[in-house]
């Protein structure tokens, strides 16, 4: 059996309808890196993201960052778009089959006496590829939260970062921003410094008692740290420090903060010293997928032909959607909407920040996704004050009707399955 068989052979069997659900503890995923060898002790220097947007751009700029001075770097991000060796880089190179089949297999030989959820499993096994290969540092993004998540397993990170921290996954957070917070500060430890973006005051308020408790020292943004923009460049100010960054090359306003907030970690981490050359040519070349990423090629492109650009956007909750209204805001065309959504979120109140900037709307499924029907997204579309709005059966079918639209942009956005959908078979 070739060896990208055999790779999506296992991954299906680590995702066996018969394994463990999610449950808001470590105790399974402690098990089975025990039954591993204990990779987690073994790590590079790790830094440790959470929050609720943010997290994958903030790690593509510090992976960036860090390969321009030179450093070989380990990183893992969830969840993929096109293909699952995206999560795991080893030494800046997308984790090989030749490489992923042992780690996979080996997690795999395991499971009957150590059983795990998908996430758990793969996390392990990003693990202990980590621990058996050199690098100078891990960028480890977290899944869900951060208390309870499989990566919240290191004990002693070099240190801990927190994007903004919104409403997301409330079923297993909380309903309220204070808990959500308590549970992504959850990663802070004892001798490692804590870089936080700008917070709403109720997370605010947690992460520093958090920071107090644990005698975590932290850099919070408005209060130890700042950035504006001067003309296309970005100033920030770190207590006596001044630097300025070059225009970030991912799209959106928000990716300012983002860069700024790698550029703090960075210059605070005397572990890891990066010469300014580096911190500017790592903000100015990062890479993120599907972010503001613009398509060129593929069916959805052809389908739209000479209209406009052909847009994709991860944005998939509130946060999102008020970074992608302000981006929306700024354009000169009209915009044409393709959304799905998964049906865990909160559709009305996605659609209803973004339904003042959307000319039409068309709402389409995800395939093999737990999401919206096209018609209940298309009704809760209507209901955000959409005045067009389409529900198709899926992709195909809105390859067969965008071509009777008007010119102007076509975004794709609402969940990163469906970008992924879309890069995978479309783009």
Known sequence: MPLRDRIDALLLALNHPSLPGVELSLGRMQALLTALGNPEEKLPPVIHLAGTNGKGSTLAFLKAIYQAAGYRVHAYTSPHLRRFNERIVLGGEEISNAALLPLLERVYACMPQTPATFFEATTAAALLGFSESAADVVLLETGLGGRCDATNVVATPLMTLLTPISFDHMDFLGGDLATIAGEKAAIMKPGAICISARQEPAAQQVISAVSQRLSVPLLLQGEAWYYRSVGADIEVVLGDLCWRLPSPSLVGAHQAQNAALASVAVRSCPALPVHEDALKE????????????????????????????VILDGAHNVAGAEALATWMAAQEKPITLLCGMMARKDAGAFLQGLAPHVRHLFTVPIAGEPCYSPEALADAGRAAGMAQVTALSGLESAMAVLGAEPDGILLIAGSLFLVGEVLQNHG
Request: charged content about 15%.
């Open 282 to 309: 790592g903000v100015a070349q990062a890479c993120w997928l599907g972010r503001l990423q613009q398509l060129h090629r593929g069916a959805l492109v052809d389908a739209w032909g000479a209209r406009g650009a």
